[in-house]
């Protein structure tokens, strides 16, 4: 019964993890220009296991990277992406990484960021905008202000944001949310990807299914825990037998 026990024991830690991805996809499912998790459960050798017996094995695949919705907001900063294209920011420790958030703000040092608080890229690095009355983001992510004090008819660009394309395949998610190339090189400027100002983009997280999968989930531990609790009940029987023998 020791292995049996095991078993159930493996396959109930393996299914939290599995539920703990779930759960963090669900967390995310209003957070602008999120993509989800994905994830699997193949089949885990369980040394000792009776007729070849497994567990199920939890292992995260990749990240979805469709389309949220687009969600009007009339916010000047507001920007998404239109079709294909990541905005390019920068990484906590260094470095750039990419997403598809774009609810854009000013910090207190003109810096401009996102939601999050990451630094948006520009052609030379983080972008810093200098005081102004007036500020527009065009479709190419030029970025361009009315100076403090001066006319309406006098427009400075103060730098474009960085734009990029990315190839699925060869993306991991950091534990920050951002997207990163596996090889750890820094993708080039796509001078053919657009914003549309005045938006948002959804989280592409579909809450009905993935609400289906954690209830699936759920059972399933379940259904681990009392196959563990009717293993120790057997054990506890069979030793109570020895004894009277």
């Known amino acids: 019964m020791g292995n049996y026990l095991y078993t159930s024991m493996v396959s109930a830690s393996q299914i939290m993890r599995g539920m703990a991805d779930v759960t963090h996809n669900l967390a995310n499912a209003s957070t602008t220009g999120f993509r989800a998790d994905l994830s699997m459960f193949k089949s885990l050798t369980v040394p000792g296991a009776v007729n070849g017996g497994g567990a199920p094995e939890f292992v995260r695949t990749g990240v979805d990277t469709s389309f949220g919705a687009l969600q009007n907001t009339g916010v000047d900063l507001d920007v998404a992406v239109?079709?294909?294209g990541w905005i390019a920011v920068a990484a906590q420790g260094g470095g750039e990484a990419y997403t598809r958030r774009g609810d854009l703000r000013l910090d207190a040092l003109g810096q401009l960021t996102n939601g999050a608080g990451q630094a948006v890229m520009g052609d030379g690095g983080p972008l810093a905008i200098p005081p102004h009355t007036k500020m527009e983001i065009a479709a190419d992510g030029t970025i361009s202000i009315q100076?403090?004090?001066q006319g309406p008819d006098t427009v400075a660009v103060v730098g474009r944001i960085k734009l990029v394309s990315l190839n699925g395949g060869?993306?991991?998610?950091?534990?920050?949310?951002l997207l990163r190339l596996k090889d750890g090189a820094t993708a080039e400027e796509d001078a053919n990807i657009s914003l549309v100002s005045g938006a948002l983009e959804a989280s592409n997280v579909n809450t009905i299914s993935t609400m289906v999968k954690m209830i699936e989930l759920?059972?399933?531990?379940?259904t681990q825990i009392k196959m563990m609790k009717t293993a120790a009940d057997n054990d506890r029987a069979s030793a109570a037998l020895m004894k009277m023998n």
């Open 147 to 149: 100076p403090l004090g």
């Open 170 to 177: 060869n993306l991991y998610k950091g534990k920050d949310g």
């Open 82 to 84: 239109s079709g294909e």
């Open 218 to 222: 759920q059972r399933s531990y379940e």
